[in-house]
Nanobody, 115 residues
Framework: QVQLVESGGGLVQAGGSLRLSCAAS????????MAWYRQAPGKQRESAAR???????DYAGSVKGRFTISRDGAKNTVYLQMNSLKPEDTAVYYCKAEGWGRWYWGQGTQVTVSS
């Protein structure tokens, strides 16, 4: 089992920045990919960014160039640096861990971007 705890969400004006954190605990050695997903009101959950244990990253087109995903292996923590935020980035952001055919979700953290 893997437990994930997100933090760092909040309210920010358009053009501002936020950094989300996701701390993993439990069977962390089983994780090979960490990802951030987001779900806006009335919409499906979508992938925003992902990073593998080797450091390879991938971004959704809507966030590429504005968001940066990174990980600190020593702290078992993944970060999402979000810059140039837009009102359409408003969503609940979820951390996901994948490995050994299983996946785990965090509880989510709200990000609200005001215009």
């Amino acid at each position: 089992q893997v437990q994930l705890v997100e933090s760092g969400g909040g309210l920010v004006q358009a053009g501002g920045s936020l950094r989300l954190s996701c701390a993993a605990s439990g069977s962390v050695s089983s994780i090979n990919t960490m990802a951030w997903y987001r779900q806006a009101p009335g919409k499906q959950r979508e992938s925003a960014a992902r990073i593998t244990t080797s450091g390879s990253t991938d971004y959704a087109g809507s966030v590429k160039g504005r968001f940066t995903i990174s990980r600190d292996g020593a702290k078992n923590t993944v970060y999402l640096q979000m810059n140039s935020l837009k009102p359409e980035d408003t969503a609940v952001y979820y951390c996901k861990a994948e490995g050994w055919g299983r996946w785990y979700w965090g509880q989510g953290t709200q990000v609200t971007v005001s215009s």
